[in-house]
């Protein structure tokens, strides 16, 4: 634990980052003897914002991701959230949201918004209250009772989002969320998610394969390189809010997706 | 013409069959000690109810007692096996080859250890269902979507939470089939066991008239396994339909919106 002691140190900027990652290195055991996944990686996330990381596939960014989530556990560094280092999952201070809607097939959406207070045992009335709110949030009124496969992939992901929600996190952490969703629905839940994140100031963490993706949705995108991934550019989209649809066509938005496209193909 | 309803066809078939049958050795075309008609199946059914349904108890007992021993040992030993990946390398691939082998071959050592009486069926029994629950059990189990404890662990699920609010419920739908197939092989169990060294039961009724050539007694014995087994399968069936509610529910829903006529495609704009 020195890191984490000498990180807290260190850490005396005015407004608390959201999430720090600091020196983070990742090795694991691959068939042929150790492979070095992430090196050195650091970054800090402000609160409230909106950082998508971007990277060639295998880069490591969804293990970033995971560690953020307490759901990996680093070889080297240290990640703190809200200002304490994470270790294990703690869906108070982190909500995350999985590529495939996870969603408990066996469960009803609103059962499934409720899955994490269930696990607190929270009062049932509460629970009740809290996930139809949460409902609401993502524009699922009157969908509550429908079990999963009743639903389509834009709604799944939807309820993946209010579940993640649910128990108010700082910070919620999205793994490609939208990756599996046709074209046309992925426009409107990224429009979507931007509403949420504006009526709940959370602070939102986003992996993505889409250029256009990151650069409508994100304050800020991270660009990592081929593994071992580092973080090799941090580009600031500074595009006003909210953000619509007709910026897509504007020169701005074009030189920022190909600022990014152009950093990627160097790190592959 | 319309066609009609498949359940139509099959209880037309089933309407045949037993016209058929009734018919055969009525009109001479099959002898009646190899096929006695259905009438005269029904009256020795309806004259030796008594024997029937004491045979029937004792089958009933048996198969009852054989299925708490298939599922019990079935769902531990699947669950164990299924779970522990030593375990699993340990047992998995002699449980698959066991499960190949024809276990009646061990009935007679059944017999030698346990005697004649409903002992030796309900552990043969008991053992040949037991192969199809433990090892859908444990598929069950080995085939949850890892990306569904992935999820409950990034909620803070505890382990003991895992097994209860995730593994278990979402290996049900294969436990369930498995315990189907584990009930079903069970009668059979009961019933040959019976066939091959007993004294009482369904089974000893079939091959004690089958001795003595009287085919209509036979066909009655026979008639009431067969109606057992259906409804074993119907509640096995019921129950599954009632437990999987989240399975079907919403393909009951998309079958009655398919079904509904398709709204003409050049309708007025008026």
Same mark, same amino acid.
């Given at each position: ?6 990180l *807290?140190?260190s850490?005396?900027?005015?407004a ?9 290195s990742?090795?694991?055991?691959g !068939? ?8 050195d990686? *650091?970054m800090t996330?402000?609160a409230? !914002? %909106? ?7 295998g880069c ?6 995971m560690m953020m989530a307490g ?11 809200a200002?304490r280092?994470?270790?294990? #999952?703690d869906?108070?201070r982190v909500?995350v949201?999985?590529q495939?809607a996870?969603l408990?097939p066996w469960l ?7 899955f994490?207070l ?10 009740r209250?809290?996930a139809?709110e949460?409902l609401?949030?993502v524009g ?7 079990y999963p496969?009743?639903?389509s992939g834009?709604m799944?992901?939807?309820v993946?989002?209010a ?14 969320p %939208?990756a ?5 629905t992925r426009m409107?839940m990224g ?13 939102v963490? %986003? ?7 990151a650069?409508y949705?994100?304050d ?5 390189s081929? !593994?071992?991934?580092r973080i090799?550019?941090?580009?600031l989209?500074?595009?006003?809010? #909210?953000?619509t649809?007709?910026m897509?066509a504007t020169?701005?938005f074009? !030189?920022l997706?190909?600022r990014?496209w152009?950093?990627i193909r160097?790190?592959? | ?16 069959l ?8 009525r009109t001479?075309?099959?002898?009646e000690?190899?096929l006695?008609s ?10 030796d109810?008594?024997e029937?349904?004491?045979a029937l108890?004792?089958t ?23 779970g522990?990946a ?7 691939p002699v449980?698959s080859?066991l499960?190949?082998v024809?276990i009646v ?5 059944f017999?030698?250890?346990f005697g ?6 309900? $552990?043969?029994?008991g ?10 059990t444990?598929?069950g ?16 699920a ?5 097994i209860?609010r ?6 049900i739908?294969?436990?369930?089939t ?6 079903a092989?069970?009668i059979?169990g ?9 004294a009482?039961?369904i ?11 009287d085919?209509?007694?036979v066909f009655?014995?026979i008639?009431?396994?067969l109606?057992m087994?259906i $409804?074993?399968?119907l ?5 599954e339909?009632?437990?999987l ?14 079904a509904?006529?398709?709204t ?7």
């Open positions: 634990m020195q890191h984490v002691a000498n *807290s140190a850490r005396a900027e005015p608390p980052a959201a999430v720090a990652v600091e020196g983070v990742h090795v694991y055991d !068939r042929e003897g150790k492979v070095p996944a992430l090196e990686i *650091s996330v402000g409230g !914002r %909106f950082v998508v990381i971007v990277g060639p596939s490591g960014k969804t293990s970033l991701l759901l990996r556990r680093q070889t080297e560094g240290a990640i703190l959230c200002g280092p994470i270790l294990d #999952p869906p108070d909500g949201v999985f495939e996870s408990f009803t959406a609103l059962d499934n918004i409720e994490p269930a696990l607190r045992r929270a009062p049932r009335e509460e629970r209250r809290r139809t949460m609401n949030l699922l009124q009157g969908f509550g009772a429908r496969h009743e639903l834009g799944k992901q939807r993946s989002i579940r993640g929600l649910v128990q108010d996190p700082p910070v919620l952490l999205m793994d490609e %939208f599996a969703l046709d074209e046309q409107t429009h979507e998610l931007l509403r949420i994140w504006s009526q709940t100031g959370k602070t963490v %986003f992996i993505t394969h889409s250029l256009t993706e650069v949705l994100a800020e995108v991270l660009v990592m081929a !593994r071992p991934g090799i550019d941090r580009i989209i500074t595009l006003p809010r #909210p953000r649809y007709e897509m020169d701005v074009g !030189r997706r190909d990014i152009q950093q160097k790190a592959a | 013409m319309t066609r009609p309803a498949p359940a139509t066809v099959r209880w037309l078939i089933l309407l045949a037993l016209v058929f049958w009734e018919l055969m050795p001479g075309l099959i002898p000690l190899f006695p259905m009438t005269s199946t029904l009256r020795v059914l309806v004259a109810w008594r029937y349904a004491e108890m004792v009933l007992y048996e198969v009852g007692f054989a299925m708490l021993i298939a599922c019990g040992f079935g769902i531990l030993a699947g669950a164990l096996v299924g522990l030593l375990l699993r390398n340990l047992l998995l449980f080859s499960y190949a024809p071959i061990l009935y007679p050592i017999t030698a250890w004649i009486g409903s002992e030796s069926k309900i $552990l043969f029994a053992v040949y269902g037991f192969f199809p629950v433990m090892l859908s444990a598929a189990i080995r085939t949850i979507d890892s990306q569904l404890l992935l999820a409950a662990r990034s909620m803070g505890t382990l003991p939470q895992q209860v995730v593994i278990i419920p979402a290996s739908p294969t436990v369930l498995g315990l189907r197939l584990g009930g092989l069970t059979i009961v019933v040959v066991s019976e066939m091959l060294t007993s009482a039961g089974g000893y009724l079939v091959t004690r008239y089958r001795t003595i050539l085919s209509a007694h009655g014995a008639l009431m396994i109606l087994s $409804l074993f399968d509640a096995a069936r019921a129950i339909r009632r437990t509610t989240w399975q079907t529910a919403g393909r009951r829903e998309k079958e009655t919106r398919e509904r006529p398709a003409p495609v050049a309708a007025p704009a008026a």
